[in-house]
């Protein structure tokens, strides 16, 4: 299982969920990917396009107004 | 990676709320808006009181420009220029976006990420700003109060905002802002 980190800190909606849905499709399944966002309404939308695939995911707030999305690739 | 559920951080107020629930109540608050002012809620209309305001500060008139001819613009200059109703709800709007960041602790001075996303926000809006105006209103004075009040604009408006969030990501994706 490898975790690849993709930094989208600093960008607004919808830049975050056009970066994510890019970069899983890079990444192999059983993979893991690291969503930087320091924008809310990004966290809502990446963790939702997520749930809707079927994927694992999990969002923790790191810092205030700073948040991972971890998302496995199934 | 630590175990715990999505949204779980904060409380009430740290946590994402639902689309339908911000749909309601900003559903009441134009009830409330409506019943209080006699007009449905607008936002932008505010920035173009201040803008008279502050032209006219200058030495400028614009009583005889053809923009303020108009039944829906011409109370702009019976009204004062900066206590207003409008204004009110701007500085609320604000103010309260200011009062949920701080409740949910998410309080953050966002860096812009480089000079290419400022120049893009920059002309985004301008061209948004000049859009309003000539639209009568924002994605709230024209959009939700003008399907609220059954008004055909508002439905035009909505149409034409689709298009231009499609051209919007069209520029994201090829300039990579």
């Known amino acids: 299982m490898a975790v ?15 970066s994510t849905l890019k970069k899983m499709k890079s990444l192999a399944v059983g993979d893991v990917l690291v969503v930087e966002t320091d924008n809310i309404a990004s966290v809502k939308n990446v963790s939702e396009w997520a749930k809707k695939k079927g994927l694992p995911v999990q969002t923790e707030e790191i810092a205030p107004g700073e948040w991972e999305v971890y998302i496995e690739k199934k | 990676m630590k175990k715990n559920k999505l949204y779980s951080y904060g409380t009430v107020f740290g946590k994402v709320w639902p689309y339908w629930l911000g749909g309601i109540l900003l559903g009441i608050i134009n009830i409330f808006s409506l019943a209080f002012t006699g007009k449905p809620l607008r936002i932008t209309s505010g920035f173009l009181y201040w803008a008279v305001g502050i032209y006219e500060f200058f030495g400028g008139k614009v009583a005889d420009w053809y923009y303020f001819q108009d039944v829906y613009h011409k109370p702009v200059l019976q009204k004062s220029f900066f206590i207003n109703d409008t204004s009110l709800l701007v500085i609320g709007a604000v103010t309260g976006a200011l009062l949920s960041v701080f409740l949910a602790s998410s309080f953050k001075v966002r860096k812009i990420k480089n000079p290419k996303q ?15 105006r000539i639209a009568m209103g924002c994605n709230i004075g024209a959009f939700l109060s003008g399907i609220s009040s059954f008004s055909a604009h508002g439905w035009v408006f909505g149409l034409f905002m689709l298009v231009g969030v499609w051209l919007g990501v069209q520029i994201i994706n090829k300039y990579q802002i």
């Open chain 1, 4 to 18: 690849q980190r993709l930094n989208c800190v600093g960008e607004v909606c919808p830049k975050p969920v056009i």
């Open chain 2, 118 to 132: 400022l120049i893009f926000a920059l002309i985004g809006g301008i061209i948004m700003g000049y859009g309003t």
